[in-house]
């Protein structure tokens, strides 16, 4: 059973290492910037939560490692409600927030749930869930995000005679999670209890094991189908006349939900008190066709990422033209249900492909809009004449439209973030379309990968230099060369730079002692030893 907790100000032992919230420093337009590499659009919506999930876990962190001069005052959770319609990220964009932040995660269905339990679980269930997600390290789990789907299938219907039982019910179950509570923590298999051993008395003592939700946040969303009419008979009664000339505008689509206040959702259903428990309202947008195809062509996108990954399987390698992700995204936009109907219009394109290409010799195939238009006529053409150059030429231009792509998402990148850590060359460019493209990775983590090099390189200099009591500089063709070497032999950096670097020990030596307190390292270093210790004895 749930049990209220006794209010009362705790503090954080400071010296416990990895502790979340003591290396918790993130700022709300770092999160936001985060999001921008994977969520397209949505800009308002990504602000309002970037912004209060930051300042809720920062509040956290002074309470929990501060004296407040005043101790009475409680603690208000940033608990958010997200309205939008399907398929526009909502789930997503809290996923990736947990990933940032390394918190603990669980999605529930609020539809599965009632206040006196169902068949497999119950609202606790989602608060024993993070206790596990956190590998059972209750201080994690004390962090983590809760976030339940469908809330809006838990407001009281109006088409029934008297209160909705079963619905408002759930309300009420989930009160005291959203405060604050201890929720016992069980196996969860037999649902046993699971004790800690404290010492107390002077030895040993058995206690139940219980989490508090205290500093949990919740995060529910819904579509709320019906909740725009009641906010458009709100806004005409009150007459507003911003309204009538925005609905003048016939060519203007307004998103009603946009305007939305705690009074429009106890209208809808909920209760007062659990509407209460929710102070952040975020409303998502209906996708654009334009921003389908900014999803498309986000480096990032998990759709395109595991569509290109079920082709490698077969070591087939699919590119994309802009001109075919243009038709994808106005083929998907027809179907109104978000980025969902992306992965659904890929799926009917390309299935016939991967269906038939991994029985022939074919190992790359560039789609067109020619394609995307009749696949099947495509493909027996490309069966039929395997070697026709037009099909080598689409995937050729398929590439250099990938290649641009994230030149384009790097160039964005730079400007919102300012400058990368490392100047992208134009090998480096190549280098990092090689890692993205044949791993078929997220490009975040492509160029996580190549910025990991390019420290290790800079580090390596630093060892080199203070080992020969001499500065060593590593021009940046030389960089991009051991980039490229290191990663073609799948070899360490420091190891390819030892061994390359091993015979100029002595006559680094010799430099020295001719006062010579610096000086380059250029590519002939690596490529042609003899030239260049010729070169450097003549200075």
Known sequence: MLKAGKPKIERINLTQKGNFLLDFSLRPADLESYLDEYIIGQREAKGIISTKICTHFHKAKALLTKEPRHESVGFVKNNIIIIGPTGVGKTYTIKLIAKKLGVPFVKGDATKFSET?????????LIRDLYWEADGEIEKARFGIVYLDEIDKIASSGDIIGPDVSRTGVQRALLKPLEETEVEI??????????????????????KLT????????????????????????????????????????ELKINYLKFVTPEDLVAYGFEREFVGRFPVIAVFDLLTEKELFEILANPNNVIMLNKKRDFKVYNIDIAFTNEALEEIAKRAYLESTGARALARVLESVLTPFERTLPSYPIKTIGVTRELVLDPEGYLHGLLTSPNDQAYRKAYEKALSDEKERMLHFLEDRGKARGELPLEITPKRAQLLFEIHKG????????LEELIGLYRQIKAYENTFSR??????????????????????????????????????EYTFALLRDTGIKS?????????????????????
């Open 439 to 446: 791993e078929d990775i997220e490009l975040t983590h492509a």
């Open 467 to 504: 080992r020969n009591q001499i500065q060593v500089v590593f021009a940046e063709e030389t960089i991009d060369y051991i980039m490229e070497e290191v990663l073609k032999r799948d070899q360490g950096v420091f190891s390819f730079c030892e061994k390359s670097l091993s015979r100029f």
């Open 211 to 250: 989490l508090n939700t205290k500093y949990i946040l919740f995060v529910v969303s819904g579509a709320f189908n019906g909740l725009e009419e009641i906010i458009k008979k709100r806004l005409k009664k009150q007459k507003l006349g911003f309204l009538s000339e925005i609905e003048s505008r016939e």
């Open 519 to 539: 000086f380059y390292i250029t590519k002939e270093a690596f490529i042609d030893q003899e030239r260049f210790l010729e070169k450097l004895l003549r200075v």
């Open 117 to 125: 339990g169902y068949v497999g679980g119950d609202v606790e269930d």
């Open 186 to 207: 069980k196996a969860p298999q037999d649902g046993f209890q699971i004790l800690e051993y404290s010492a107390e008395e002077g030895r040993p003592k058995k206690k």
